[in-house]
């Protein structure tokens, strides 16, 4: 069985001290976590991932079924943090269609640190600040609930998603590898450097 190695990076961020205040674009709405969203945060997050380089890491993300068993795991944690969780929306067509155009989720994790999940705008909406302004509210959402370092992975070749981190003070931190088999499972062995 052959495998491929994807490269990525474990950032963390401080929070103490640092002020996220960002401005949303005109058009788009920012809505906190409600079940009754967890639809159209599959939906985001289907639109932001699937046919990008992390489908190959994570297959699930590149089928719609694939982000609707994830994000019902990420709601089910014990440590699903709902301040973290965002869903952005936006209306086209003189406000008649409302499109679900980028999620972001949150978690604290077993030692209390918090961990990012599966950042995702979708590609007709990207470089225009959303991903900014999930992050921003992401990370207040994660201070609010009294947590003060928060983690993230990112694949290395994802250049935009690594510059946009490092830009808001996230660092590496971890490298690790992903092995991942031809059939598109992600195997067990991965490791650090």
Known sequence: MKLTYFKRYRMEIDLAGRDFA?????????LPWDPAL???????KY???R???DVNVFPCLGELSGCRRLMRELVGKAGFLPRATWLITCTRNNKRTVQYCGTIQGIRDKEGLGSIQNVAVARGH??????????????EGFRAAGIRRVYLEATAQNDGAIRLYRRLGFAPVKTVFKAVSESGKLKAESWSK
């Open 126 to 139: 990207r470089n225009c600040g959303l991903g900014t302004c999930l992050l921003a509210y992401s990370l």
């Open 22 to 30: 960002v401005g949303v674009p005109n058009g788009y709405r920012f």
């Open 47 to 49: 639109a932001g991932f």
């Open 51 to 53: 046919d990008e380089i």
């Open 38 to 44: 967890l639809d159209a945060h599959i939906k985001a």
